[in-house]
């Protein structure tokens, strides 16, 4: 095999289809939320960090909670969001298409996993921006 075969950043550039951007946006969406998910149990550990007193991991968690209610972060848990719908809707698409023998209609399918990404992602605006 050579290091030909091998070049994918290539072979991505080169084949803009449906295909492949569902495939980066797998990729990126699960990455994304595997980082989210080490950030997460390192934020829910900060109620360790008072040692054994309650009322000081009280203090350090709610201090911890208190720096998340800003903009910055709406954005990021909105954005978190999208990530999480698109990448389960795309893995549901990826399991019809392989095991139903729906291979024909995969393009169809990854536009219909974009618009109830779009649709889910604008629905949630109020929630992450309007009524805090």
Avoid: C
Wanted: glycine residues 8%; positive net charge; without cysteine.
């Amino acid at each position: 095999m050579g290091i030909s075969k091998l070049d994918y950043v290539g072979e991505t550039f080169r084949n803009w289809h449906s295909g492949m951007l569902s495939f980066i946006g797998q990729r990126i969406t699960g990455a994304a939320i595997t980082f989210y998910l080490v950030m997460h149990i390192y934020s829910l550990a900060s109620v360790l960090r008072g040692g054994t007193d309650a009322t000081a991991n009280e203090a350090a968690f709610r201090a911890m909670m208190g720096s998340y209610d800003t903009p910055l972060f709406r954005a990021a848990e909105w954005l978190l969001l999208i990530a999480i719908v698109f990448h389960a809707f795309n893995g549901i698409r990826i399991v019809l298409a392989d095991w139903l023998a729906l291979t024909k209609l995969q393009r169809g399918m990854f536009y219909v996993v974009v618009a109830v990404t779009i649709l889910v992602s604008a629905g949630a605006v109020p929630f992450f921006f309007l009524w805090r």
